[in-house]
Antibody, heavy 116, light 106 residues
Framework: EVQLVESGGGLVKPGGSLRLSCAAS????????MNWVRQTPGKGLEWLSS????????YYADSVKGRFTISRDNAKNSLSLQMSSLRVEDSAVYYC?????????WGQGTLVTVSS | DIQMTQSPSTLSASVGDRVTITCRAS??????LAWYQQKPGKAPKVLIY???SLESGVPSRFGGSGSGTEFTLTISSLQPDDFATYHC????????FGQGTKVENK
């Protein structure tokens, strides 16, 4: 089955760190650019970061640059997002999404709550 | 950054109605525009890409048009399964999304 499954969300204190993972299956993972997108009730959908198939080209939104790090392991069909210096405003549902220019496949999302 | 503005934010309609949602880009994006449907607790699902191309498996009552900075999503005859939130997305430079339009039952 073609799918993406995120994991790693949870409750973390402000200033803390968290690592999200996204497991891909059913397609040739290494040929696709992958993205992280988050969603909050107030701000809607927000693109965070993308990484090309080889892991060479990486881009970040200004809101997370310097705090979040995207990476991938093509041997394990896995995408990751290392989040540090977390803020209350980083609380959201985090999605990984396959890039066919647009988001052709999304995971179910994982909830991150940043609160003291 | 490219800002995407959708209107309206909420739309009340009945089954069988023709529904139109508009999306405006803050700068030229050619036809690099996608539309998504999202239901509560679920991930976005792509309906339209390249402004007017229907994603495989999506009912033909969904249609998209526009280019440059002005785009439209039309549902020709609203069905019970279509009550949801709709998002536009530009992919001309990175990704950015509109704030969403909730289609609710009148």
């Amino acid at each position: 089955e073609v799918q993406l499954v995120e994991s790693g969300g949870g409750l973390v204190k402000p200033g803390g760190s968290l690592r999200l993972s996204c497991a891909a299956s059913g397609f040739t993972f290494s040929t696709f650019t992958m993205n992280w997108v988050r969603q909050t009730p107030g701000k809607g959908l927000e693109w965070l970061s993308s990484i090309d198939g080889s892991g060479t080209y990486i881009y970040y939104a200004d809101s997370v640059k310097g705090r979040f790090t995207i990476s991938r392991d093509n041997a394990k069909n896995s995408l990751s997002l290392q989040m540090s210096s977390l803020r209350v405003e980083d609380s959201a549902v985090y999605y990984c999404a396959r890039d066919s220019n647009y988001g052709s496949l999304w995971g179910q999302g994982t909830l991150v709550t940043v609160s003291s | 950054d490219i800002q995407m503005t959708q209107s309206p934010s909420t739309l009340s309609a009945s089954v069988g109605d023709r529904v139109t949602i508009t999306c405006r880009a803050s700068q030229y994006i050619n036809t690099y525009l996608a539309w998504y449907q999202q239901k509560p607790g679920k991930a976005p699902k792509v309906l339209i890409y390249e402004a007017s191309s229907l994603e495989s498996g999506v009912p033909s009552r969904f249609g998209g048009s526009g280019s440059g900075t002005e785009f439209t999503l039309t549902i020709s005859s609203l069905q019970p399964d279509d009550f949801a939130t709709y998002h536009c997305q530009q992919y001309h430079r990175y990704w950015s999304f509109g704030q969403g339009t909730k289609v609710e039952n009148k």
